[in-house]
Each structure stands twice: as C-alpha cells, then as structure tokens.
C-alpha cells in the first residue's frame, strides 16, 4: 500500500504543468529547405489566413491553407502565435492558460512541426481582469487566502459580466511567486501553474514576467537573463507576445532584466542577489516593431502588460512624467507606441495604486497617447497582513485587490476592486480625531514611533475635528467633495502615511518579530490622502467621490467614528 501511494504521489508530481499546444492538424504541411519551424493553425477544422507566428525574433503570417513556415535558429526555445480578433485560444481541462504556443524540441537544424487550433467567439466588448503580485509561496497563509478569500469572490464578479454574455480574460502582470522561497517551500512558478487549476481559476489567464519569477538559483552571467526564465518558460511559454481581443491589440513584454550577482540575502537554493534592471531588450523592441507593424489601424487601442510600471509621475502626484526605463530602450518603446492614438500600460510590482496620466506633461507631448496604470497586488504586502490578522492591505494602505477593464469595441474603461469590499466602494474614512487618540493611548503605537522616530506621529496630528480620506485608485479626473451636515467643506489633497498600514503591517513586522531594521525608519507618504476641517467633532460627514467617468461613491461618516485597525 505504501509503495502504491507513493507510486501515486510520483505521478501527480509529475503532471506537466505546461499549457502549449500540443494539437495536431489533418491539414497538409510541409518544410521546405531552411525551414526549422512549420505547421498550421485552423479553428474547426478549416484553414485561417492571416494568423502571426513567431519565434519572437521573426514574424510571418499563415497563408490561405493555414500554413506557416520559419527558417528560425531557434533561441527562445517556442514558436507562438497572435491571437487574431474575434477568436480564443482553447485552455485543457482545468488549464486556464491558453494554448498559443509550442515549446520546440529538435536541435537548431531540424525541422519540426507544430499547430494551433482556435475557437470563435464574439469578443469585441469584453472584460480584462488585471491582477499583479499574488506571490504564492506556500509561506504562512498565502495559499489558503488566494484559494478561500480572493478566488470566490472573483468567480461572483466574472459571473456577473458572463450573465451579460460578456467574456472574460485575466492579464497577469508577474510576480505570481517568490524565487527566495521556491526551494524552502517547494513552490516555484511551475506550481502557480498548478495552483489556477486546483483553485478553479474563472477566466483564460494571460501571464506576465515578474522579478520574483526568476530563477534565483541561476549564477550570474553574460545569459543570466535568458537562463533563469528557464522554469517560467516550461510554465507559461513565451516572456513577451501579443494577442488580440476584439478591437484592442495587447502585448506583454519583460520588463526586467535579471542580474543575480554574487551575494545578498542567503535562502535554500539561492545563489545571488536576486537583483536586476528595469530594461527591455532589443531583441523585444525589434520582435515588437514587426508586431506593431502588423496593427494598419493606428486608431487601434495598445495594451501593454509589463511588471514594473514605465510611466510615472516624478513626485507621485501629477505634472512631470518620468520613464522607468534605461534610457535607451525608454526612448525606443515610446517612438514605437507614438504613432497609436490610444495605449494603456498595466503594471504592478509596487505594490500600490497609481495612474499617470502622461498627457498632463506639457513638457513631454511623444507621451500624450500614453496611461500607465500601476495596480496594487492581490497578495497586499506578501499576504503579511492579512496573516497578522488584519485586513490585506498594499504597500501605503490602500486595500489588496485588482482592476477591471471593460472594453466595447475601441471604448475602454476601468474600475478599482478591493478584495474584501464590495464593488462600490472606492474610499476609507478617517476621523482624526480618533486617530491621534489611538496614536496618544496604544503602547505598541509609542514603542514603534521611539524605534522608528521618522514616521509620522498621529498623536501630534495639527487639525482638530479633521477627516481624512483615503480613495483607493485616484487619478487626474476625479473629483471628491465632502459636506458637514449639508454645507461644504474645503478639501485639500496631502501626501500622508496611512494610519492603518502603522498599525496593520508596519507595527507586526517590526515589534512582534523583533525586528527593527532602520529600513521601516522612512516616511511612505500616501499620494491619494483629502483633507478637510469640520466645526465639531460630533458631526455628520457626507463625502462623494466621482470617478473620470461619471460615476459617484458615496458614504456617511457618523463622528465620533473609531479608529482601528479593522475599520471600514
């Protein structure tokens, strides 16, 4: 019996955790001299013109037979497909991952054959689900909160857009594990692969490259790079494609340049730093030229998939961009992108929300076409809080969640989700004075503040009667008023840390574990904090919250209203 079980666990962990195709067609191929790569792709049985494939250095499109030929030398390891509009890739079984590439198997001179099969379906207004940073790492509780929190209230938000018939997609944006812990924990990207399909993951997912999606047990070296996708690769295939989705065309591209020099934090299987660049390649730049060629129509909406954000503004609030990018290759992605009237970039890795709309640079008019849009991670701050016993919060307060796209055509629009809140609301409420009271009374609040003497101390808080308010995905275009039982009040917007966040991770982290790394000494200023002064301290506050599109948020905040640390 015992060597059965085992027998049985062997085979399980054995399962492939790749979702490429490994279709075959009835259709005729056949390579001539040079060829390496061949093979069709077809959707019901019949022959699709016009479809790209890719080795990621060249581009070429099926003919009418469905048929693609590539005299390619092979580097990247797969040949992969660009999605056409109005059709999907099939996903297997509880597979989420589409099904748009082919890992190669012969040697640089062999010829081999690989196809494709679609399926059609009307996708011109659907639904993307933008997560970021999940960072499953069978570490504390992450596992257990992906799977019983997060996963079933997104199947109750994708059932919705399908009740409408609106399909839905997921655009992960890297991060999905964390390389310091893969050989503690067993839990490499691999296995993310494997979780989506044990939780039931709800939608097709489209995967991203994340720093932490590196192999940090890769030496540093001249291919270091290449070398640790080498796992990431076997998982979810090719690091950078495009495919498209009704009107809109998306790319995904690595954004990070994995260097793993000698040195930094020791863990199990590590042999490096784990540091890296912020860069794009220029074999990306020169795969995404030829993809963007492809796109005749400029007016055709761009939707970049990255991990760390590219376009940001210079102090966190509006007016200066600047590009989070080598130089050269910055320059290189925004002359590619100038000639498209529409792109949005999709980005996490901070952690936090925050859009820049790089139009409101004046200085700098080759980015007027360009939003960036940094979103919070799913796991919060590495699902810490939550396993503190707090609620899942970002990296400056604003709660874990992820964001969703709607878009009808060549119209796109966007909303925040928290994930332990319901789809209206878009904000927290603070009454200050509450707040300066916890910060006055709480005795792990003053040891922190005496470990930590530069972080902002609320017990000195200037304003009496004040309100703060903290909304979650602020951007140019929004506006908030806030009343004192019917008359308006002056609203400002400040830079200032989130109470909560002291409270729910920062004082956890440092005095529960007994540590006090002078890092946690530093301000993390929240960009998206109104400030306005009521007459009293026992008033009712009305505040709305109208969002770029028209719709308003609402909520009353009846004071004295308590601080704590599971407010709502």
Known sequence: MKKT?????????????????????TLKAKAKKGVTIYGTVECDGRPLAGVAVSDGYQIVQTNKKGQYALASQKQNGYVFITIPSG??????????????????????????????????????????????????????????????????QLKAEVEQYRKAGIPVYTLCLGDSSHEIYWYDYNQDIRSFCRTLADVGYPTPLFNTMGNHDNDGGVPHSPTVDFD??????????????????????????????????????????IVGSRNYSYDITPEQLAWLEKDLALVTDKSTPIVIGVHSPIYRYKNGMSGKVNINLEEQSGKALTELLRPFSTVHVLSGHTHRNRITICSGDKS??????????????????????????????????????????????????????????????????FDMNAVRDYFRTNGEVRVFLDHFPKRTDFAEWESENSIMVNIWDWCDGWKIEISENGTPLEVTRRKVEHPQMI??????????????????????????????????????????????????????????????????
Request: aromatic share 12%.
């Open 5 to 25: 079980l085992t027998l049985i666990l062997l085979l399980i962990a054995a399962v492939t955790v790749s979702a490429q195709s490994n279709f075959t067609s």
């Open 87 to 152: 059709y999907e890739a099939v996903t297997e079984g509880a597979d989420v991952v589409p099904q748009f590439w082919a890992t190669l198997t012969a040697d640089a001179t062999t010829a081999e054959r690989h196809d494709f099969t679609l399926k059609a379906v009307d996708n011109d207004h659907h639904a993307i689900v933008a997560v970021a940073d999940i960072h499953i790492s069978n570490h504390h509780n992450d596992l257990s909160c992906f799977r019983d929190i997060f996963i079933p």
């Open 228 to 269: 640790a996708t080498a796992k990431y690769r076997e998982a979810f295939g090719p690091r950078y494609y495009s495919f498209n989705i009704g009107k809109i065309h998306y790319v995904v591209l690595d954004n990070i340049h994995y260097i793993n020099k000698p040195g930094g934090k020791k863990a199990k299987g």
């Open 364 to 429: 700098q008019p080759e980015l007027a076409n360009i939003v960036d849009h940094n979103i919070v991670a799913v796991s919060g701050s590495l699902w810490y809080s939550s396993a503190f016993g707090g609620p899942m919060l970002g990296s400056l307060g604003e709660p874990a969640g992820y964001k969703i796209f709607t878009m009808d055509d060549k119209d796109i629009k966007w909303r925040f989700k928290a994930t332990q809140y319901s789809a209206d609301e878009q904000f927290t409420c």
């Open 503 to 568: 409270v729910g991770l920062d004082i956890p982290n440092t005095l529960w574990r007994i540590k006090f790394d002078q890092k946690n000494n530093k301000r993390k200023a929240h960009p998206h904090m109104f400030h306005a002064v009521a007459s009293a301290p026992d008033t009712t506050i009305e505040v709305t919250v109208t969002d770029c599109f028209g719709k308003q948020y609402k909520q009353t905040m009846v004071r004295p209203k308590p601080f704590s640390l599971n407010m709502r």
